[in-house]
């Protein structure tokens, strides 16, 4: 018998413990373990989505999240709490989602692959600009992987020389960003998936940890991460060329989702609320979106597919703007056969025209 399926059969009895007196109460049926394949659970469609590109037919991958729901606050049955207790590995980025931190804390600890460990976040902001977020940390970023060649990238003088918007002083240090009703001290971006380059560099480690689950596909797995690396730089191409010349620089999105985005690319997000959706903003956040959404001639207000456009359109009723999807890639609606390629290079495209790049 293969060595890796004694912790499998050790998992897999906690989690018919766990789930044996939550079958009465709960619809939802555990997920089937196939004994051939390493059971990865993911905490949300991104890493469902690595896992299986990464995984390919050597992994069987389940998501707790369902299509449709919005993954920020997903709450767990018991069944699900089982399959985290049952995986052989769960991946997931602590601090994203409270109940599943709680799964994991509470039931694999040594079977879980948090992402953050592997591409530091970014620190969160709520309401407001992004301009100067995280530039320094990409810089970083760029020399540990091997993107330092990118003169478009660091030479950024147009867009940190922003004193003609009254962000810093005269000594350089940074103005306060406004009020933030949100984000906590300390808190961090998961969002990291939006940049293709970070989101290769973690598929390069989950091959590593799929590896030491299963040690007989380890080429196969080191194999596909190459691939979808090659993959996710090509689409990162396409980014750098495709905004390289635009009109504006600026972007009015529902939230400040596309940080990863926006440093990686030289473009500036201004939110209507914070890091997560369900975040109301103020009448006064409002008033100052649509002043903003004026001063930078923004013709297009973006918002979700799993978020309501109403506050979009409301805006940009007032600067008459479109409205149009930016899709933050967190979860697909139940009728979208997409892919996170093709909803990336649909969010390429509806930059190109929201921000008249040549």
Known sequence: MNNRRVPRALAATSAALLTLGAAACSSDEPSD??????????????????????????????????????PHSVELTPSQVGDVAGAELIVYIKGFQPQVDEAVQQNSTDRAFDVATVEPLLDAIGDGHDHDHGHEDEAGHEDEHGHEG??????????????????????GAETPAEPDHEAE??????????????????????????????????????????????????????????????????????????????????????????????????????????????????????????VSPKVAETIASQVGAETAVLDPLEGFAADNDGDYFSVMRANLAALQTALDCA
């Open 185 to 306: 001290p300390g808190s961090k971006d998961p969002h990291l998936w939006l940049d293709p380059t970070r989101l290769a560099t973690v598929g390069d480690q989950l091959a590593d940890r799929l590896a030491q689950a299963d040690p007989e596909h380890a080429t196969d797995y080191t194999a596909r991460a190459k691939d979808l690396r090659g993959k996710l730089e090509q689409l990162d191409a396409e980014f750098t060329a495709g905004l390289e010349t635009c009109q504006r620089r600026e972007i009015v999105v529902s939230h400040t989702a596309f940080g990863y985005l926006t440093t990686r690319y030289q473009l500036e997000q201004i939110g209507i609320s914070g890091l997560s959706p369900e975040h109301e903003p103020s009448p006064q956040r409002l008033a100052e979106v649509i002043e903003e959404a004026k001063e930078h001639q923004a013709t297009t207000i973006f918002f979700e597919t799993l």
């Open 33 to 70: 373990a196939d004994p051939q394949r390493v059971d990865v659970v993911t905490s949300f469609y991104p890493l469902q989505f690595l896992a299986q590109q990464v995984g390919g037919d050597a992994v069987a991958v389940s998501n707790l999240v369902k299509p449709g729901a919005e």
């Open 150 to 171: 990118e003169a478009g990238h660091e030479g950024e003088a147009g867009h940190e020389d922003e004193d003609e918007h009254g962000h810093e002083d005269e000594g």
